[in-house]
């Protein structure tokens, strides 16, 4: 068994090689780059309609924006909360502090690039998302990019069945997906963080202060069975810890889970909100305390990443295309813009207009990697804590060890708690939004009503990784998360067009207001078509 499952990670790892590679990076930054361009950069141009009709009427009761008037749908807001819960998470965290050491601090520029063409990518979803939905057996909206694959590129010509196929593989990539980087690797998240605060306490009811050894009893030698004995009551307590925290996630996610997607919206709306904020005031406090450094901090993020005299040497030149690699890396891995997850939770929208829901994905993605990975990039580039020139760890911490040692070099004792308890809420979340990706994923294969065995089975699975050694579960989902977008992303480039005059029909109508007399372009199907033009709102 040991061989078979040797056997599975190396084919895993090369496969995985490829999916998150440059070839598949250069697909995922191209479909940005191809959308900005057929829109003429609408992310840039229409950057401050995107501000208005999304976060300026959070505190405007018309609209749908807060509450959601249909009981089958949840609000653009709740909508938005859902899809961030899965995206603001561990990556946000570990993912920035990798990019630094692997690429350097330029890394952090092309996380920018990646995220501002990412914007686009992720508009292009959510239009064809709300495009393509239908009302399922429920009457709740079914959309993502099975359905835009299935009935999008299923209507071109010689598409139908490459449409069918397409979406069924991209199902069965966000099932497999959902169980491993959206259950399992969160799970384990919380247990790390959670083992690190009690270990503290556990010490020190032992009569120890932290960080010393125990005193032995006067005349007693340091045998090796003592210290077998101190290993095992370690993993003892480790175990135990586990198993507690396994049962209250269990507990707690099906209480929300199990109630749907409007118990999964009001839940994330409101966690995610003081999640961000949390963590936003946190990283700004430490900026603010190391406001000296700020300026050879993004001195060291532009140096590297243009530093051109340097590339002439040719090895800097290799270290240029080092930091792109992981920029564009952790970015789209952060932002998760071009690999269709979000795009099931925001086809579940009250909104009406596929440009407005878009709209609102342009937002997602600047709150995820501009603003959230930036506060965590600034911390660490900002705290001493790595080289600025190299980006290399001083004390050769790495991931979420760098980021604790960050925080804890600020804020004491007390950072290294700031970092667990934002790790647990941030995992927390994802789970949450992850298990509703792969509920719409199952509901396509299998049927609506067969939705709660899925729902079992993912609930379950958290206890699994909580008490297991899960690794390779987690590898593999992450290479099928990462498969996810291929069909995605042959979904929205054989659609640009579309995209493109759905946006043009609503610039002219809603933000020119050149041609306010075309009709809305709401949805592929009549029947939807109509029952949108009669809503009032």
């Known amino acids: 068994m040991g061989d078979f499952g040797q056997t599975v990670k190396t084919i895993n790892d090369a496969v995985n090689g490829v999916v998150w590679g440059v070839p598949a990076l250069i697909l995922l930054i191209g479909t940005g780059i191809l959308m900005t361009v057929l829109t003429k950069g609408f992310q840039f141009r229409r950057f401050g309609h995107m501000w208005s009709a999304t976060i300026g009427k959070l505190f405007h009761k018309e609209g749908g924006v807060r509450k959601s008037h249909d009981s089958n749908s949840v609000s653009q807001f709740q909508a938005l909360c859902t899809a961030l819960s899965a995206t603001i998470g561990t990556g946000n965290i570990v993912g920035v502090a990798v990019a630094i050491t692997s690429g350097g601090p330029g890394a952090i520029f092309w996380m920018w690039i990646a995220a501002v063409l990412g914007m686009m990518t992720n508009y292009s979803e959510n239009v064809l ?40 593989c991209f199902s069965v990539f966000a099932i497999v997906a959902s169980f491993g980087i ?21 010490v020190e009811s032992a009569g120890t202060v932290p960080g010393e050894e125990a005193a032995l009893p006067e005349g007693a030698a340091e045998t090796a069975p003592a210290e077998t004995g101190g290993a ?31 118990r999964i919206a009001t839940t994330n709306e409101r966690i995610v909100p003081f999640m961000a904020v949390f963590f936003i005031l946190g990283s700004l406090v430490i900026i603010f305390m190391n406001i000296t450094k700020v ?55 009250n909104v009406k207009e596929p440009v407005v829901q878009g709209l609102w994905g342009i937002f997602e993605v600047f709150a995820d990697t501009i603003i959230v990975c930036t506060c965590t990039a600034l911390v660490i580039l900002t705290s001493g804590v790595v080289d600025l020139e190299t980006g290399a760890s001083v004390s050769g911490a790495s991931k979420l060890g760098l980021a604790t040692e960050a925080f804890t070099k600020s804020f004491g004792t007390f950072g290294g708690i700031f970092i667990a308890v934002a790790v647990c809420l941030f995992a927390f979340t994802t789970i949450l939004g992850w298990s509703y990706y792969g509920t719409k994923a199952w509901e396509y294969l299998f049927g609506t009503k067969s939705t709660v065995v899925y729902k079992v089975i993912f609930i379950a699975m958290v206890m699994l990784s909580a008490v297991m050694n899960v690794e390779l579960a987690i590898d593999l989902s992450d290479t099928f998360n990462g498969l996810m977008a291929i069909p995605n992303l042959i979904g929205v480039v054989c659609l640009s067009g579309l995209v493109v005059r759905i946006t043009r ?31 009032k709102d």
């Open 129 to 168: 998302g709300i495009f393509f939905r239908r009302r399922n057996e429920k009457g709740e909206w079914s959309g993502g990019a099975m359905y835009y694959l299935r009935d999008g590129v299923g209507r071109m010509k010689y598409g139908k069945q490459v449409g069918k196929v397409l979406a069924v």
């Open 182 to 202: 959206g259950n399992m690797g969160q799970a384990a998240s919380i247990t790390e963080s959670i083992n690190t605060l009690v270990k503290p306490a556990v």
């Open 232 to 262: 095992s009551a370690e993993t003892a307590r480790i175990g135990t810890v586990n198993l507690v925290t396994g049962i209250a996630l269990i507990v707690l996610l099906s209480l929300v889970i199990l109630g749907g997607l409007k």
């Open 295 to 349: 300026p050879a901090a993004f001195g060291a993020i532009f140096r590297g990443a243009f530093d051109f005299r340097a590339a002439a040497g040719g090895t800097a030149g290799a270290i240029i295309a080092n930091a792109m690699t992981w920029g564009f890396k952790r970015g789209v891995f952060s932002n998760e813009a071009g690999l269709g997850s979000s795009v099931m939770v925001h086809s579940a929208s």
């Open 505 to 535: 029909n609503y610039s002219d109508r809603v933000i020119d207001g050149k041609n306010r007399s075309l009709t809305p372009m709401y949805s592929a199907f009549e029947d939807v078509q109509k029952e949108q033009e009669a809503r």
